[in-house]
């Protein structure tokens, strides 16, 4: 770990040419003290930093100091650049071991290129924290030292005890043999097997991890992305899931589609007079009755749901209401 803070207090200061212990400290998130301690331990080292006093003083490299990655072309150092601004690494707890390489990227371009591609990456922007309608996107955070330990047994290939908080239950200790991880929209997930059985764990509702020892069961190699889809397929299909019919018009499609699990069927009706367009009418499944109910109460009047029965009934109930409120 001091390793690794003394190579970012190195490239801080190659890169800003001159800091102050406390900018120092804020950057690597230690205290001073321990910033000068680092100081003393490069300098015995033979790294040649050095102190300047004063209102406007701080630590500095001798100028010159520097190592080249070579082989690097501009779109390639700019790609790196541009992965390194994405949040998926936070889903995995790694988002400060990313901060950290892309420091190190950023320093060990060659001259040519480094201030043009770090100018060129900073006039993109990927998945910002807000969309255009200022909603803020959801992100969840994973504790480091869950999401170590979930990484140590994922990499080495041990069984993993999970305190895990699924939804709507009391947290469980749980033994499980780790597959892979998957990070979907900034969500973290682990997919392990567990007695045998697949299971997906989102990783922001285990609440404690431990690597054990003992080798997990698992393939030697794996497909995650084939994992991954048959896990989804299951997921869609199974469950106290809702199917419903329904003719929506083709502007608010996909709205509908966006809140579905699934479309299992779809076609363009014939257009009447009053409506050139043509509506859709669309066979779609829902997680649930109450998510069935929900979806479809955002479509208003954009939308008419033809079966089932009871979801008709709850949507007329619920607009009667609505219109004697305003009445």
Request: hydrophobic content about 45%; overall charge negative.
């Amino acid at each position: 770990m001091r390793a690794d803070r003394l190579v970012s207090l190195v490239l801080l200061l190659r890169q800003h040419g001159r800091l102050s212990a406390t900018a120092l400290a804020r950057e690597l998130e230690v205290s001073t003290r321990t910033v000068l301690r680092d100081i003393e331990a490069l300098s015995a080292a033979g790294v040649p930093v050095y102190a300047e006093r004063g209102r406007h003083g701080g630590f500095a490299l001798l100028p010159g100091f520097r190592t080249e990655l070579t082989g690097l072309n501009h779109d390639e150092a700019l790609a790196l650049l541009v992965a390194g601004s994405r949040r998926g690494a936070q889903a995995f707890g790694l988002g400060s071991a990313l901060a950290s390489a892309m420091l190190k990227v950023v320093d060990a371009l060659p001259e040519s290129y480094r201030d043009t591609a770090a100018g060129a990456a900073g006039r993109l922007l990927i998945e910002p924290e807000i969309d255009l309608l200022s909603r803020r996107l959801a992100e969840e955070e994973v504790p480091g030292a869950v999401a170590a330990e979930v990484l140590r047994a994922v990499f080495a290939g041990h069984k993993l005890d999970i305190h895990y908080a699924a939804e709507g239950q009391d947290p469980q200790w749980r033994t499980v043999d780790p597959v892979g991880l998957v990070t979907v929209r900034d969500r973290g997930y682990l997919l392990a097997t567990r007695s045998g059985e697949d299971r997906t764990y989102r990783l922001s509702r285990i609440l404690a991890a431990r690597e054990l020892a003992e080798p997990a069961q698992r393939a030697d190699r794996v497909d995650l992305g084939r994992a991954w889809q048959e896990r989804s397929t299951r997921f869609r299909t199974g469950g106290d899931q809702v199917t419903v019919l329904v003719r929506v018009d083709q502007a608010r499609r996909e709205g509908l589609v966006g809140t579905a699990l699934a479309v299992l069927a779809e076609e363009v009706e014939e257009a009447e007079e009053a409506d050139a367009d043509g509506r859709l009418r669309m066979e779609v499944s829902f997680q649930d009755h109450r998510h069935a109910r929900w979806a479809l109460w955002q479509l208003a009047t954009y939308a008419e749901v033809l079966a089932p029965q009871w979801l008709r009934d709850y949507l007329h109930d619920r607009a009667v209401r609505m219109a004697g409120r305003y009445e």
